[in-house]
Antibody, heavy 118, light 108 residues
């Protein structure tokens, strides 16, 4: 069965770049859509953006100027970069799969906590 | 961007029926998905495309969508249903994805 695992630093300094990778195991990264979603402590879910396995992306307008999502099909991974982070970017970051565009997130990673602090 | 409105909290006694609403402009024209999130865990899909249940979701969970309100109904509520519930839609015209603010279901 398909599983997702987020990885990356748990602590990032303000103004630096947050970088996370999601590894897909038990299945192929194609032909699906893949997303990043985050959840600040004690708050709700916020969609960050999507990538199609061929590399087409779309992002939350509120983050578009700072976010980049890429895919590496040879490694069955996709990645998130968020630049110029502040304390407001502290959150649990989840990766998730969308089997068909505009469908639901059917598989989620367990999430990884990222703290932005000096 | 498209805004989804959920009540912050809903309380229900065991064995009763819980109703969680998700309000949005003409939401009936969009497919609504519902997620359950227990404390410290990742969200889990419980209903998609308004009323479809993934395998593994108990039949006690059902969804509907009409006008400006989508509804998640949980019949015969159990203690294990206590969790946060989020609705979600895609705005296909702008390719923007929206989550509701979440509803905390408390089983009394």
């Amino acid at each position: 069965q398909v599983q997702l695992q987020e990885s990356g630093p748990g602590l990032v300094k303000p103004s630096e770049t947050l970088s996370l990778t999601c590894t897909v195991s038990g299945g192929s990264i194609s032909p699906y859509y893949w997303s990043w979603i985050r959840q600040p402590p004690g708050k709700g879910l916020e969609w960050i953006g999507n990538i199609y396995y061929i590399g087409k992306t779309n992002y939350n307008p509120s983050l578009r100027s700072r976010v980049s999502i890429s895919v590496d099909t040879s490694k069955n991974q996709f990645s998130l970069k968020l630049t110029s982070v502040t304390a407001a970017d502290t959150a649990v970051y989840y990766c998730a799969r969308v089997p068909i565009i505009h469908d639901a997130f059917d598989i989620w990673g367990q999430g990884t906590m990222v703290n932005v602090s000096a | 961007s498209y805004v989804l409105t959920q009540p912050p909290s809903v309380s229900v006694a065991p064995g009763e029926t819980a109703t969680i609403t998700c309000g949005g402009n003409k939401i009936a024209s969009r497919g609504v998905h519902w997620y359950q999130q227990r404390p410290g865990q990742a969200p889990v899909l419980v209903v998609h495309n308004d009323s479809d249940r993934p395998s593994g979701t108990p039949e006690r969970f059902s969804g509907s969508n009409s006008g400006d309100t989508a509804t998640l109904t949980i019949n015969r509520v159990e203690a294990g249903d206590e969790a946060d519930y989020y609705c979600q839609v895609w705005d296909s015209s702008s390719d923007f994805l929206a989550f509701g603010g979440g509803t905390k279901l408390t089983v009394l």
